[in-house]
């Protein structure tokens, strides 16, 4: 399979988060590019790797950065591709200031934005994105959710087995 996600940070202190996102791809069998850039301290180099994108056959960016979060913004305004942004949480405050600059993109030019250091969810909205013409990826998706309820229902049942004190003890003892 061709790469189909870009997956781009602003520095290799986002690495461990942004890897979360890599390996959701991995799970789905999405391949995927990966860069360090940054749009304040290579512009020339950020704008020539996501003017270049759709001609490398991505059809999906993923872009995080922390603190004044320019990336995701700035890769938007030059690709037609959609642009699924994450605040990594660094600095002073801690991921406010990045989701705030990610999350508030000037009408014309949106950003999708997932929560401080929500590179997870980045990489299943960007298998979802390509779900929508990839019947494959659909039923994986299906069945990753399907997963998930059954998760959820085996908690419930343990529960209502040990009531909240056993609960509670059995999930301290790990
Ligand atoms: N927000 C940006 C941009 C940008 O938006 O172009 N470039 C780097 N950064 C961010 O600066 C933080 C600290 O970077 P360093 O750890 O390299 O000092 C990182 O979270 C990065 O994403």
Redesign the pocket.
Known sequence: MAKLVGII??????LPIMAEAAKVLDQFGVEYEVKI???????EV?IEWAKGAVERGLEVIIA???????????VAAVTPLPVIGVP?K??ALNGID?LY?IVQMPSGIPVATVAINGAKNAGLLAVQILASTRPELQAKLVEYRRKLAEEVQAKADKLQQLGIDGYLAQKQQG
């Open positions: 940070m602003g520095s290799d202190s986002d850039s940054s749009a304040h301290r290579a512009p950020t995080g950065a922390g603190v004044a979060a320019h990336l995701p913004g700035v990594i660094a600095g990045a600059a």
